[in-house]
């Protein structure tokens, strides 16, 4: 046997045995009552890793991208965004970062897509890499820089890549855009029968659909239990409950998830436990967490008695809800998917800020400016100063990389943040 | 009641006492490599000029960014908030402050009271900093005492594009290469100081009478540059470098 040939065995024995464990945890998990979300990470990643023997697709996908096609497949949806999250949680970031630009990719690329890159080739990260795809689709709702992303991956791995073009809603929507999109959604189909061999069926899609709104509601409705002073969670915990909404919305476990976890907080409402111990000042968080620096933000802002009560960032998932008819979920989609807060202009943003800031009754709020991210950072500057002037509250902007952490500087960040609070403080006096 | 404040700040450390509202003396030192040792020893020579007992000082409060470091003090105060307070005691009329110092620079705007309203600070880059001042001096073999001044005589000031402490420091070798007169580099240096604090206190919605703290308040060419770049006027205080000091001492005569 050559060396290419023992590698590709062993890995289809590893695969095999991957395929044979995560039976069994699916099994276990069925009896679990309080499923956590690690364990439900797990089991799909590990059936993601062993699809190749139990003969499903991967597709990976963006994460504002239409998921529920690829469920109605039973297409193992994958999201490097949220392998990147994982990567930068893990504190794995910069060492990714710096092989990808070894590889040529400039520092100031998206570091989700500079650490995906290298992980690919180098089968790292904290899950040994993401499981081979199938097939790629890249909605570029949230930014544009997926789009050269995704070109690189399926050049990479060989595979065929769907591109899911959703136009900027500068000022509105209109039946143009929605003929557009809705058209490439008839696309998308076509194009997932083909990679899968076999036809959509249409009643299952609609089912998914139904299960994704479900899910989106719940989300939302646990999101909305911090309106309570003390708001039982904190937007640091919903960085780590956004999981399942994003990578399995439209199945039934993430509802399951999402009205167990709706349920507790309920429970924690009713016996008035906060997120923190003793909750005194309420902040909104905007853009995609700090990976990397998490829990010292939050023990940071706890030691200031504040608690980051909403953001703008794990609401996205429920935000376009509106648009979506739950009796015609396949058309409405595409309105949904188009209208999502990334693909909003700054006026509409900082109404939906303004709305936020009603809602959580906040006294400040925390925007992170990301290195990585540019449509979601572009613009802060302008709600700062609307939210200012309409309701007179004040933002703070810290600097910082939502995976590469040597665009981190916690002295300065520290020093913004007390003073940050002392401001507050004063004011509330 | 006697106070006292300990600014330590990434190049100078300073202290301040006040004896019930009054100035009684400040002193500054430079911080070196051990932030909690120089907070003690500036502090204890200050008292020794003083002639005071340590004892004899009832509030204390740290700030500037070993503000964490020393374990002797009351309370830890960040240096936007003390800055607010220290300009506004030597001060009162001041609504704006212009701080730059070792290693960050700032706009703060202050409330008849002399309590913050806002405060803009730099991104993570150094550049427009006392450190940036720094290495831009020891790049053009100037003194820094004397670099302010030097500006004054410039007559075409270069222009110094680059935002990076690194990179402006190779364009300010290269103009030297060119044989830039000196005057003028120096003048392009302080403007660019001037384009980015103009840009802080444009976001940060700066009102006059505005006053200049920190170090860099010391050379006047950057202070003659903002005041061209803002179409303002602007205060600098004799204290300037120890108005973070003074502003903890203020501060700590609330402390219950």
């Known amino acids: 046997m050559t060396e290419h040939k023992k590698t590709k065995s062993m890995s289809l024995f590893r695969e095999i045995l991957l395929f044979l464990l995560s039976r069994v945890r699916r099994f276990l998990l069925h009896f679990k009552k309080h499923r956590k979300m690690k364990d439900i990470l797990t089991v799909y990643y590990m059936e993601a890793k062993s699809a190749r023997v139990s003969g499903r697709k991967v597709a990976w996908i963006t994460s504002g991208g239409p998921v529920e096609p690829l469920i109605a497949m039973d297409v193992i949806p994958v999201y490097p ?15 990714l970062c710096e092989t990808s630009e ?123 239990t911090t309106v309570n002073r003390p708001a039982p969670m904190s937007a640091f915990d919903a960085f780590y409950h956004l999981a399942l909404i994003v990578t399995l919305r439209g199945t039934r476990e993430a509802v399951d998830y999402y009205r167990r976890l709706l349920e507790r907080m309920k429970d924690r409402v009713a016996k008035g436990i906060g997120a923190i111990p003793d909750e005194k000042y309420r902040l909104l968080w905007d853009n995609i967490p700090v990976w990397h620096r998490t829990r010292w933000l939050s023990e940071k802002f706890a030691s200031h008695n504040a608690c980051l009560v909403a953001d703008t960032y794990t609401s996205a998932w429920c935000g376009s809800m509106k648009y979506i008819d739950e009796n015609n979920f396949f058309d409405s989609m595409a309105e949904a998917y188009t209208r999502i807060y990334l693909n909003i202009g700054v006026d509409e943003m900082a109404r939906t800020v ?29 709600i700062a100063k609307v939210v ?22 916690e002295s300065q960040v520290a020093t913004r943040i007390d003073a940050f609070m002392e401001m507050i403080k004063a004011s509330k006096q | 009641m006697i106070t006292a404040g300990i600014d330590i700040g990434s190049i100078s450390t300073k202290a301040a006492v006040l004896s019930d509202g009054k100035l009684l003396g400040t002193r500054l030192i430079f911080t070196g490599y051990n932030a909690e040792a120089a907070g003690r020893t500036v502090f204890e020579e200050l008292l020794k000029d003083l002639g005071l007992e340590r004892q004899a000082v009832r509030r204390l409060i740290s700030t500037g960014y070993g503000r964490n470091s020393v374990k002797f003090v009351d309370k830890a105060v960040t240096e936007i908030t003390c800055h607010g307070a220290g300009a506004h005691y030597l001060d009162p009329g001041v609504r704006s402050i212009i701080d730059i110092g070792g290693q960050d620079s700032k706009v703060i705007v202050i409330d008849e009271k002399g309590k913050v309203k806002n405060f803009a600070m730099n991104d993570k880059c150094a550049a427009g900093t006392g450190r940036f001042l720094e290495v831009m001096a020891r790049a053009l073999e100037v003194d820094l005492e004397v670099f302010g001044n030097l500006s004054l005589e410039a007559r075409s000031p270069s222009r110094i594009s680059s935002l990076c402490t690194v990179f402006a420091e ?87």
């Open chain 1, 81 to 95: 965004e949220n392998h990147g999250a994982m990567i930068g949680a893990s504190k794995m970031g910069a060492g």
């Open chain 1, 102 to 224: 070894a590889m040529g990719y400039s520092s100031d690329l998206c570091s989700y897509a500079r650490s995906d890159i290298a992980c690919a080739t180098v089968n790292g990260g904290p899950i040994g890499g993401l499981p081979r795809p199938d097939m790629l689709v890249c909605c570029n709702n949230i930014c544009g820089t997926v789009l050269k992303w995704y070109e690189v991956q399926a050049r990479y791995f060989n595979v065929p890549l769907f591109i899911f073009d959703t136009p900027f809603c500068h000022t509105g929507f209109s039946e143009e855009v929605r003929r557009y999109v809705r058209r490439q959604l008839d696309e998308y189909v076509l194009f997932l029968e083909e990679a899968c061999g076999r036809k959509m069926d249409h009643g299952r899609l609609s089912n998914v659909g139904k299960l994704s709104l479900e899910a989106q509601r719940l989300w939302q409705a646990v999101l909305d």
């Open chain 1, 354 to 382: 303004l709305a936020m800031v009603d809602k959580y009754d906040v006294d400040g709020i925390v925007m992170h400016s990301n290195r990585s991210c540019k449509p979601y950072s572009l613009g802060q500057y302008d």
């Open chain 1, 388 to 409: 200012e002037k309409e309701r007179g509250i004040p933002s703070l902007i810290i600097e910082a990389d939502m995976v590469d952490d040597r665009s981190f500087s």
């Open chain 2, 170 to 256: 190779s364009e300010v070798i290269s103009l030297i290469s060119r044989g830039e007169h000196r005057e003028n580099i120096i003048a392009g240096i302080h403007e660019s100081i001037a384009a980015r604090v103009a840009a802080m206190a444009n976001r940060v919605g700066m009102v006059p009478p505005v006053v200049m703290t920190g170090g860099v308040a010391k050379n006047t060419g950057v202070v003659k540059a903002l005041e061209k770049k803002l179409g303002m006027t602007i205060r600098v205080s004799e204290y300037a470098q120890v108005n973070g000091a003074i502003g903890a001492a203020v501060l700590a005569m609330s402390i219950k």
